[in-house]
């Protein structure tokens, strides 16, 4: 076998292994690191923001979206590099660049599936519970004990902002907006506008 091309083809594997390992143990600060880098640029602000509140959301570690980006990159370098001595690994590390932001993405949508699951029973324990007199922040902590999940997250912490002194309708209106759902800021949208108007919840 020609020499150049088993160097070639070891560093492209090489290159490959280490994305790999970045990606899954997350040990290297520098690819973290590379990763915001390229995050800072402008032309990525919305898709880094986008990605981020996907990492809150998803209550990921301080940092994963860079380091996703920064396996990408990796996967992209190593497939370059790759497809100069074995382009079919080369090919297989390119079409597998993306799956570390992709794969985040869809983590968040498999989450707000379960938040719209869960969103119509929360509603009608909701609305019982101040039926029964209960108080509105009660029900809500009732409603996110019995049924735990991404909703139930979600008005934990809705709850401990209104305890920190943030006016309701302020912390309705915030979730409204990060959680990105139609559904939850027509839900927000309307509490807020009876808290305003103070008629019946």
Same mark, same amino acid.
């Given at each position: 076998?020609d020499?150049a091309?088993?160097?070639?083809g070891a =560093?492209?594997?090489?290159a /490959?292994?280490?994305? !790999?390992?970045a990606?899954?143990?997350?040990?290297?600060?520098?690819?973290?690191?590379?990763?915001?880098g390229?995050?800072s640029?402008?032309? #990525?602000a919305?898709?880094a923001?986008r990605w981020?509140?996907m990492?809150e959301?998803?209550?990921?570690? @301080?940092? @994963?979206?860079?380091?996703?980006?920064?396996?990408?990159l990796?996967?992209?370098?190593s497939?370059?590099?790759?497809?100069?001595?074995?382009?079919?690994? $080369? /090919?297989?590390? =390119?079409?597998?660049?993306?799956?570390p #932001?992709?794969?985040?993405?869809?983590? &968040?949508a498999?989450?707000? %599936?379960? *938040? @719209?699951?869960?969103?119509?029973?929360? /509603?009608d324990?909701l609305? %019982?519970g101040?039926?029964?007199g209960?108080d509105?922040?009660?029900?809500? @902590?009732?409603?996110?004990?019995r049924?735990?999940g991404? /909703?139930?997250?979600d008005?934990? #912490?809705? *709850?401990?902002? %209104?305890r920190?002194?943030?006016?309701r309708?302020?912390?309705?209106s915030e &979730?409204g907006?990060?959680?990105g #759902?139609?559904?939850?800021?027509? *839900?927000t $949208?309307?509490? $807020?506008?009876?808290?305003s108007a103070?008629t !019946?919840l």
């Open positions: 076998m020499p091309l088993a160097l070639g =560093l492209g594997a090489l /490959l292994a280490m994305a !790999s390992l990606f899954r143990t997350g040990i290297s600060r520098r690819v973290r690191d590379l990763g915001a390229i995050l640029f402008p032309a #990525l919305g898709p923001l981020r509140r990492r959301d998803l209550g990921l570690p @301080e940092g @994963e979206e860079a380091r996703r980006a920064g396996a990408v990796l996967l992209v370098f497939g370059v590099l790759a497809l100069l001595f074995q382009p079919a690994l $080369g /090919l297989l590390a =390119l079409l597998a660049a993306p799956l #932001l992709l794969s985040l993405e869809k983590a &968040w498999r989450r707000n %599936m379960d *938040l @719209e699951r869960d969103l119509p029973w929360t /509603l324990f609305s %019982m101040v039926r029964a209960l509105f922040e009660v029900s809500l @902590e009732r409603a996110a004990r049924r735990p991404p /909703l139930a997250s008005i934990q #912490l809705l *709850l401990s902002r %209104m920190m002194g943030i006016p309708r302020q912390a309705l &979730w907006e990060r959680s #759902l139609q559904s939850v800021r027509a *839900l $949208g309307a509490l $807020g506008q009876a808290e103070g !019946s």
